[in-house]
């Protein structure tokens, strides 16, 4: 059975660091089978659509928690059980994934398993370009987001 998986990278990449998802995007689209669908997301609230009956969505982002700038992180939101819980690193968008995560949950479209890799930023103000500090980051995530997809895949 060929599983459904949405790589999603959050974020707008006009606003400096907060282009950090879509990098990774990019960087994992290059590298993944052509059943990864991956793609730049602007806000949380339009994964409602775009992760429907995905078996995996790994969800790219910046992130502000307070941990030195270009830290990577993963968060394993599972199949959204884990959502009411979650209060890992904040996102730097309006309505945050735990929301969307809920609110999707309950309308009977969330994904099988969500997993959360996150960029700490340290810029979000207007321009192009990542921070040196996340543009080291880019390529950890995304061997990270790798990792994640192909253990999902060997599993099914």
Known sequence: MTQR???????????SDDGA??????YVGDRT?????SKVIGEPLDLVGAWEDADLAVVVDATRS??????VQ???????ENADSYSGPMSTHGMDL???LRLT??????PSRVVVVGIEGENFADGIGLSPAVEV???????LVLQVIDEAISCA
Do not use: C, F, I, K
């Open 21 to 26: 998802g879509p990098a990774v995007a990019a």
């Open 74 to 80: 993963l968060v394993d939101l599972g199949g959204g």
């Open 137 to 143: 980051a880019v390529p950890e995530a995304g061997e």
């Open 105 to 110: 949950r309950a309308m009977g479209h969330a």
């Open 66 to 71: 307070g941990a030195a700038a270009g830290t």
């Open 5 to 15: 998986v949405l790589v999603a990278g959050l974020g707008n990449e006009y606003r």
């Open 98 to 100: 735990a929301r969307v």
């Open 33 to 37: 089978p052509s059943t990864v669908e």
